[in-house]
């Protein structure tokens, strides 16, 4: 394996690996904060155990996603040492708040786990929300991060110098905003569907049902109003990526000649050789209305885009297919809960939209991980977007493609043993959680 | 005790260098506006300072684990679990921001560091991603089955590799092996830290980290048993830190490093080492008594002036390259925009954590009655 290839791959797999464990530890505090509130208020015990079990589930998420972390920090200097010698001072001001943000979460997380029975209670509630409103905050601000990678700002590039460093101004670039709303409604829409998918599969093989039934709907409302919300801030997303990155845009929908008015594309293989794309559904018009909210406006294409500047187009494409496709299905099933809800019908006698809810278990983090995949392999072949192509950043150490190796094979034992030991803690729910048979209580 | 204070006299060390940089008075009020690269740079030192004490015992507990009888080791686990359980996650967050310090505020020496030492940083993060789940994943694992007997391994023989290597990246980082100048695979990636004062730091770290454990656990446990083992542990590691001490000096002169000059031809490196050896007999005398009240503060005391010996002579330079060179922190911090801003962070940060900081170790350190 090439050694730029390599080192790509080996940043691509620790950040896919690390933001499924982020998004969990941004997400569950509100989730367990919920619950401990309506034990607080209603004294029932179920609420308290409920937030136990989950509490006990994100401490090993937490840890997943705190070495994970601690890895990426380095491995942005291990692999990309050219661009972190440029880019630290600039892009450095989200990290250094982060890192506040990060100890924050890292202490209330200490009071959280182990103040049961030895703190005051609301202020054990407290010290819960604040591990999720110091989860969010960093999840913003490395998000902020990325977006100057995407949106360079705060410096004055001159001759290959990058001068009149500004890094506030570097963290608040232009597509800061849009990224990180995205971002922060796509952690909720996809743990959201996973949380509430594993109760639901329990409460239709009819374990321990009252219990589950409290988690998932708790879960399910996040969830729900997140998933309705994504297409809207997708949205802005996409007329921001026309405004700032034509190639990616382009990339995304496989667009190789600039058109005007520009037809929406709906799956279709591409073919990078012959730029040409068979087999899509078109949707006349659709692409100029998404990219600059007007059916008759002009699209860039890749053809008028240097070469050596095009990205992948095919994964560019396809990921985005996937995220929008599984975004709408998301949609679908939202809106789907809201309208049971609204009837007030039992969810237990719903089966098959349990079922809908068990299949979205991984949905939300494909969405999630295509995301990313549209964000960073569509700014390719830069590194900082217009400044720093990644292939200049990248180490001058051979054998990277060995330590590719040995990071995957760790991250595919420790998700193997996380899988594992989340199994085990939900079988244990009767043992340890739920010990009185609740589902007398549902009936009786 | 001013004077004895590592940061402040780093930072006065700092003065004398940079006479165009020193503090400036601010003559109507009489307050001292500090320079931000002061602040920033006391803020990384005390990151690594407390990595090394608090992570440090941390690693500690696993190594102690890996030296402590078989019939012994699930009380000590469960001392340890008690004792570090609630900071470990803090304990850890001082790698994180001395690390974000350095790339943001001393890009160069940051990404120095990733070139020339990515193997021995590889195998550290290595470690550190496996004793931190294995420690998590003992703990919060629903059935107690077979799979402990892995994750107690897990643990433990990463947490003897972590320390091992973070010692070792220490040491190279000071003992000139670095070349930058390297062309073939062997001198650019990997003589730098394979050599055999890097090696001795190394195992000479190891042991400080089992002795920083073995003393934070002593105070963590009632059962008199318990404690004369943790007891006897930590007399153990010292005499191991005191022969592994000696090898570094020894490697040193091997490798042709000034150790012997950084330490007794400086009036702080020497009066450090004295202060460390008054400590060290005073804690003999404690341990052997029994009285363990002050022990830690005194094995504090001692590791932080073992490095204060190590690194005042050549502070504020942070690597010594092989072409005789080194890498100042004063010299290559970033752009003054970015350098003040950082601070800003840094202080608006402390002033935001140090109180629910202290509060967490106050909560939970109090002994259950
Ligand atoms: C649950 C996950 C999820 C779902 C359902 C969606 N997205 Fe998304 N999307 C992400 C999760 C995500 C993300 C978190 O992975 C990204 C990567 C970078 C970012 O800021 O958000 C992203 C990026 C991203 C970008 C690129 C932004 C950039 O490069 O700056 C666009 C244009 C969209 N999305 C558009 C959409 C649209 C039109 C959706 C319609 C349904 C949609 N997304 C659903
Ligand atoms: C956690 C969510 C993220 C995911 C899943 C992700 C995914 C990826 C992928 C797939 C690549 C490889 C692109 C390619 O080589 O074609 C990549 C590269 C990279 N990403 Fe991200 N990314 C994420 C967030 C971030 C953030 C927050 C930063 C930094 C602040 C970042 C910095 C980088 C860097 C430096 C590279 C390597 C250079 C490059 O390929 O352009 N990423 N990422
Ligand atoms: C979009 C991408 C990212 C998001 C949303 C994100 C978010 C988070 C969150 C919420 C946590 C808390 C851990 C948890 O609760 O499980 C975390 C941990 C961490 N992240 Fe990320 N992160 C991202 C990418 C990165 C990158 C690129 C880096 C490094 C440069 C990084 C460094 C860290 C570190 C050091 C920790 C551990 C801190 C701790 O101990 O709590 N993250 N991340």
Redesign the interface.
Known sequence: MDDFIAARSQMALSLGFHIIFSCIGMVMPFFMAVSHYKWLKTNDEMYKNLTKAWSKGVAIFFATGAVSGTMLSFELGLLWPKFMDHAGPIFGMPFSLEGTAFFIEAIALGFFLYGWNKLNKWFHWFTGMVVGVSGLASGILVVAANAWMNSPAGFDFVNGQYLNIDPIQAMFNKAWFTQALHMCLAAFTATGFAVAGVHALMILRDRNTYFHLKAFKIAAVFACIAALLQPLSGDISAKDVAKRQPAKLAAMEALYKTEKPAPLLIGGIVNEKDKSVTGAIKIPGALSFLAHGNFKAEVKGLDQIPENEHPPVAITHYAFQIMVGIGTLLLFISLTYFFTLLKKKSLIEKRWLLKLFVLAIPLGYLALEAGWVVTEVGRQPWIIYGIMRTRDAVTPMPGIAYSFYIFTAIYLSLSIIVTFLLYRQIKMVPVLYDKVESNTHLHS | MIKSNPILICIAKYEQHEANLINQYNQNTGVIILNMKEVVITFLCMAILLYFLLGGADFGAGIIELFTSTKNRSRTRKTMYHAI???W??N??W???A???L???F??I??T???YL?IP??IM??G???R??A???RH????KDDMQWLYNRIFRYSSFITALFLGIIAGSLISGHIDAQATD?YT??ISGWLNWFSVAVGFFTVSLCGFLAAIYLIGETTETHDKRRFIKKAMFMNVAAVVFGAMVFVAAQRDKIPLIDWVFKSQVGLSAIILASLSLMLLWYLLIKGKTKVLRILAGFQVTMILLAISYAHFPNFIRLKSGDSISLLETA??D??IY??GL??L??SV??LP??GY?FY??QKKEE
Do not use: C, Q, R, W
């Open positions: 359980g609630p900071v996650e803090a850890h967050m790698l994180i921001i690390i974000v310090i790339f943001v505020g890009p160069f940051y990404t560091m990733s070139v990515h940083l590889a993060l290595i550190i991603i496996a931190g789940t420690f998590v994943f919060y694992d629903a059935v695979f650019a990636y970033g752009p925009k970015t801003s950082l962070a840094l608006l940060g935001l954590i629910f900081l967490l909560k939970f």
